[in-house]
């Protein structure tokens, strides 16, 4: 059974870094396009970040280009996000989420891990 | 960007009513629609993905319909477990986009 777990949030002021970690059990993980989707409280989900199933492609928001960097280590099966520069706006619940298709090319999202919390604040 | 816009934004409805809810986007995506189910306090649940197809698993009282700016999801008789919000989420381009979302609440 697939699935992801996420960890590596907490509380952290503006302008530090920030790197969370996706851990993949239950899949083939060098086969899957890997995403980052964040939800600030209560509000809707917002694409982050995606990486190709090699590494080698990624793409990014607008709102997180040239802050955060995403990251994969296939002989471990874990996902990263580092996320440097933080601002109030990017607290939120981090999800990273993949499907089975090696490119970056656009799909939907199965499965989804759980989710870790950032919270950005003085 | 492609903007996706949801209504309503919050439907009360009571078990065995049948539920559609609407995802207009901005510019033409052809099929590429999903639709997503959250629970609070929990990750968003794939329901269905290419406009029309269910996910394994999901019940076939869901169904998704439409194309190109105009999509929809119906709940044809709505359960007590259905009782979440409701996203939608294209896949044409990136960046990829979500709908604002959709609360379906218990008259």
């Known amino acids: 059974q697939a699935q992801l777990v996420e960890s590596g949030g907490g509380v952290v002021q503006p302008g530090r870094s920030l790197r969370l970690s996706c851990a993949a059990s239950?899949?083939?993980?060098?086969?899957?396009?890997m995403h980052w989707v964040r939800q600030a409280p209560g509000k809707g989900l917002e694409w982050v970040a995606v990486i190709s199933s090699d590494g080698g492609n990624q793409d990014y928001a607008d709102s997180v280009k040239g802050r955060f960097t995403i990251s994969r280590d296939n002989s471990k099966d874990m996902l990263f996000l580092q996320m440097n520069s933080l601002r109030t706006e990017d607290t939120a619940v981090y999800y990273c989420?993949?499907?089975?298709?090696?490119?970056?090319?656009?799909?939907?999202?199965?499965?989804w891990g759980q989710g870790t919390l950032v919270t950005v604040s003085s | 960007d492609i903007q996706l816009t949801q209504s309503p934004s919050f439907l009360s409805a009571s078990v065995g009513d049948r539920v559609t809810i609407t995802c207009r986007a901005s510019?033409?995506?052809?099929?590429?629609l999903a639709w997503y189910q959250q629970k609070p306090g929990k990750a968003p649940k794939l329901l269905i993905y290419?406009?029309?197809t269910l996910q394994n698993g999901v019940p076939s009282r869901f169904s998704g319909s439409g194309s190109g700016t105009e999509f929809s999801l119906t709940i044809s008789s709505l359960q007590p477990e259905d009782f979440a919000t409701y996203y939608c989420?294209?896949?044409?381009?990136?960046?990829?986009?979500f709908g604002g979302g959709t609360k379906v609440e218990i008259k």
């Open positions: 989420q294209q896949f044409n381009s990136y960046p990829l986009t």
């Open positions: 239950g899949i083939t993980f060098d086969y899957y396009g």
């Open positions: 989420a993949g499907l089975r298709v090696p490119t970056t090319i656009p799909y939907w999202f199965d499965p």
């Open positions: 510019q033409g995506i052809s099929s590429y």
């Open positions: 290419a406009t029309f």
